[in-house]
């Protein structure tokens, strides 16, 4: 019959496995090492799967080649294979409509005209045609098998050396008898990648492994070549030593060049094949040993290093891959990994992005910039790979480089498989849970010391501190109800016994239960908690407060839904404080409060940064209620604004108080907040970056001191820092305080920057009309910026000033009047609750002009500096 259907099979693959790990040869043959599957399943439904463009999780491109084997059993339902019955053909996949999760010869796959064919292994390979396909017998027991390469960005069509991407995946022979249309072949990718990213706003111009020993000198902060005068801590022979180690292995990484279709083993070539004009990259297969294609264990150590391609980045889709043979090809060392020292550099150059901003050169940012694998840090600021990065099949790492807020800087993905990269927004819930596992000990102990305080007759009032990454993500995912997998099924059994019949107690002195566990199918099994635990469940200690019936007490249970950390029996809103600065490697992250679920703690950002902040929707809290955040400064180049929703819980709640908060990234929605609902403060807060959006779009009771809009595309016409009323608004809040003799009011001391977003108000379309000692400023950026009062004296008019006078004779420096606007928050009842622990100040560099910062510790403000008492 005609061989016309194969569908490929995608098993799941666990973050880090890798089949078939280890190199071995086993009685004088030779077996390949095998990598990471190719994704089949994947369908142009699929996230990042479009028609004829990148796939950069694995799955197939329009144009991707396969050669596949077949080969017949001897005789009638036999098991032995008659290797002069080979026949292969090569085909090539067209993907111009949605497949589904399968594939088929002659529906995606064709015959591609003009490749080789082989009908035995004795005859040289013919040229095939477009109606060349695999015929095959019914009755006849037949292994196939495969190698294909990739299309990435259509890298086979351009054919060049530049566009080169040797991405070779092979199957391992998958046995069947006919008739029968389904073959699971799995492809396996055979080499190691090493990727480079761009962060946004930057663009690379090439890259290259750091080989020479004066690279390897230079202090490890040195950005460019303008740092070449820095003192350095490394001598001359300490770089030559590192740099000797890394040679040690680059000269033995092989550029793959194929497969060798005997052995299925990857091939290399020799630096003169690839570097040839007249090479055809498209067609490689064609060339033999005689035209510089080298098979493994046929060239010593000191040949290879001499006569082998070794791998170079070359850029496909915006990315810049080197591919490298993942084990060392020569006689004398066959099969050894390879892995390159903690000590590798990269050197790196990137397009003038930002109009020369960065350095005094045209075309590129600077000369170059060099990163070491030891700059490169892990989740918990460690280094990622202390000893060194080895060299797997399959594994693809992927590193993201470029200038973010005026310094470069490197950040490496946590997951090491071409299938678990680029994960669209679908799956970014998955995305961040394999990036790092959940830790609930914050958690947990936070619960155990209050409840013990609480048994003791105490108050209930747990801390709970956020330290890391995987704490913060935990963090996220409690407040939105997804941290345990299993979340319902247990009922408490009774206390837990020993052979004496003395209770069980943990560590804390409280009691232990046995627990009820329902698997769903009418099953029930009584078991511990730590047997619950391991099918995925997350205990905690639940307090219980003293009622008539019964003291206070603590009983051992289990997370059911969101943790909004608010205690009802209390009326506590817990405290959620950051202690540390904290990278969060642009993950793309859900929203604290997403969803249903809400936030009504008290998250205290203690002056701590969050950087490569990357939310799903955009928005570091989506949902709270009667919550308090404060203290936190972001720096991000996605666009993210802090809250999107703040509501009350009834007549007695409020919407959200929010202090200190500084913003260094782009917003497409109000950086501070769309909507606060119920009372609500927004204090000492300053966004610098592009927005459409005013720092609040709509509120219905506001107070707003001390803030600043520095943000470029505000309409003309709209408002900076206000949006509109919101319908439940009793007043006109924000208006203009009328008479010479004002007194604070709820709206003083906030600046916006109509240079950079011409036109605009401070709230929606009313045009300001604000009297000079409250200070709502809408002015040029050097007025925003400046360092030192611009005053009047007692005796002059301000009214009688023009109105270009008034613009330039500020007052006092908006640093300074922001100051006292934040110190006068502190002294009232939810100041004094939910203090601003930050300050603002003005740049300390020589003439640099700067927006003010706000940087850590509260600041008792010179009465000096009050609005009030000024002039204008």
């Not at 001897?74 to 067209?94: A, L, P």
């Amino acid at each position: 019959m005609k061989f016309r259907n194969v569908i490929y099979l995608f098993g799941a693959l666990a973050l880090l496995s890798c089949t078939n790990d280890d190199f071995r040869i086993q009685n004088e043959e030779q077996t390949s090492l095998t990598g990471r599957r190719v994704r089949f399943s994947a369908s142009v439904a699929d996230p990042f799967m479009t028609r004829a463009t990148q796939h950069h999780d694995g799955s197939f491109n329009e144009g991707d080649q396969m050669r596949i084997f077949r080969q017949y059993a001897i005789g009638s339902g036999g098991s032995v294979f008659d290797g002069e019955s080979e026949s292969f053909r090569t085909y090539y996949f067209k993907m111009d409509y949605a497949t589904g999760t399968t594939v088929s010869l002659h529906s995606d796959w064709f015959p591609m005209d003009g490749k080789l064919k082989s009908d035995d292994p004795l005859s040289a390979p013919t040229t095939q045609t477009e109606a060349d396909s695999l015929v095959w017998e019914n009755g006849r027991t037949v292994r196939f098998r495969a190698w294909g390469r990739s299309n990435l960005d259509d890298a086979i069509n351009i054919g060049t050396r530049e566009s080169y991407y040797p991405d070779y995946t092979v199957s391992d022979w998958v046995t069947v008898s006919g008739p029968t249309y389904d073959i699971p072949l799995s492809m396996h990718h055979i080499a190691c990648r090493i990727g480079l990213t761009c962060k946004p706003g930057n663009e690379f111009a090439g890259a290259v492994i750091c080989t020479d020993w004066h690279d390897y000198k230079r202090d490890d902060n040195a950005d460019t070549q303008a740092h070449d005068d820095l003192e350095t801590a490394k001598t001359d022979e300490q770089a030559q030593e590192e740099c000797n180690q890394v040679l040690a292995a680059y000269n033995r990484m092989c550029m793959p060049g194929g497969i060798d279709d005997r052995t299925f083993l990857p091939v290399a070539m020799t630096q003169a094949l690839y570097n040839d004009d007249n090479t055809d990259f498209r067609n490689l297969e064609q060339y033999g040993t005689a035209d510089g294609i080298v098979k493994i264990g046929t060239l010593s150590a000191a040949e290879i290093e001499s006569q082998v391609q070794h791998p170079v980045f070359n850029s496909n889709d915006g990315r810049l891959y080197m591919m490298a043979i993942p084990y060392d090809m020569s006689s004398g060392a066959l099969g050894q990994e390879l892995t390159l020292p903690a000590c590798t550099r990269f050197k790196v150059w990137l397009y003038d992005v930002n109009n020369g901003d960065k350095a005094a050169t045209e075309g590129t940012e600077g000369s170059w910039h060099i990163f070491a694998l030891s700059d490169i840090k892990n989740q918990q600021g460690g280094v990622a790979f202390p000893d060194g990065l080895p060299m797997k099949a399959g594994y693809s790492y992927l590193f993201s480089v470029g200038y973010h807020y005026d310094h470069i800087t490197i950040t490496a993905t946590d997951s090491f498989s071409w299938t678990e990269q680029d994960l669209g927004t679908d799956n970014a819930d998955d995305e961040a849970q394999s990036m790092v596992d959940l830790d609930f000990r914050w958690w947990t102990q936070a619960y155990r010391a209050a409840a013990k305080i609480a048994v003791a007759g105490g108050d209930f009032n747990p801390a709970f501190s956020v330290s890391n990454q995987r704490e913060f993500i935990t963090f996220i995912r409690l407040v939105n109800g997804t941290a345990a997998s299993k979340m319902s099924g247990l009922t408490r059994g009774e206390v837990r016994k020993d052979n004496e019949g003395h209770e069980i107690k943990d560590e804390d002195g409280f009691e232990t239960y046995w627990w009820i566990y329902d698997d769903g199918s009418g099953n029930t099994t009584e078991i511990t908690r730590e047997d619950a635990e391991a099918l995925g469940y997350v205990f905690y200690p639940h307090f219980y407060p003293t009622v008539s019936t019964q003291a206070a007490h603590v009983k051992e249970d289990y997370i059911t839904g969101p943790i909004d950390f608010f205690d009802p029996d209390y009326g506590s809103h817990f405290d959620v404080s950051l202690t540390q600065d904290l990278d969060l490697y642009d993950w793309e992250l859900p929203s604290v409060g997403h969803g249903n679920t809400v936030f009504s703690g008290n998250f205290k950002g203690n002056g701590h940064k969050l950087t490569n902040v990357n939310m799903q929707n955009g928005y570091l809290f989506e949902h709270v209620m009667d919550c308090a955040i404060s203290n936190l400064r972001i720096e991000s180049v996605h666009n993210l604004s802090l809250v999107r929703k703040a509501v009350p819980d009834g007549p007695t709640g409020w919407g959200c108080y929010i202090s200190g908060i500084s913003l260094m990234c782009n917003s497409t929605a109000c950086s501070i907040a769309d909507t606060l609902q119920g009372t609500s403060y927004v204090v000492g807060c300053i966004h610098v970056g592009n927005s459409t959006k005013p720092l609040v779009g709509v509120a219905d009771d506001l107070t707003m001191l001390g803030c600043m809009q520095a943000a470029s595309g505000i309409p003309s016409g709209t408002g900076a820092l206000l949006g509109a009323y919101g319908e439940d608004a009793e007043s006109a809040f924000f208006a203009p305080l009328r008479g010479h003799d004002i007194e604070w009011g709820v709206f003083m001391c906030n600046y916006y920057d109509t240079e950079k977003s011409p036109g605009t108000n401070a709230v929606g379309a009313v045009q300001d009309a604000y009297g000079p000692r409250q200070y709502i400023r809408g002015a040029a950026s050097h007025v925003l910026k400046a360092k030192n009062d611009y005053l009047i004296g007692p005796d002059v008019d301000y009214y009688e000033m023009s109105a270009n006078m008034r613009r330039e004779i500020y007052g006092l420096a908006p640093w300074k009047a922001m100051n006292y606007a934040i110190s006068q928050y502190n002294q009232t009842e939810v100041g004094t609750k939910y203090p601003c622990q930050m300050h603002y100040t003005a740049s300390t560099v020589g003439y640099v002009h700067l927006y003010p910062e706000l940087v850590t510790g509260a600041l008792d403000a010179d009465e000096s500096w009050n609005p009030l008492i000024q002039n204008n």
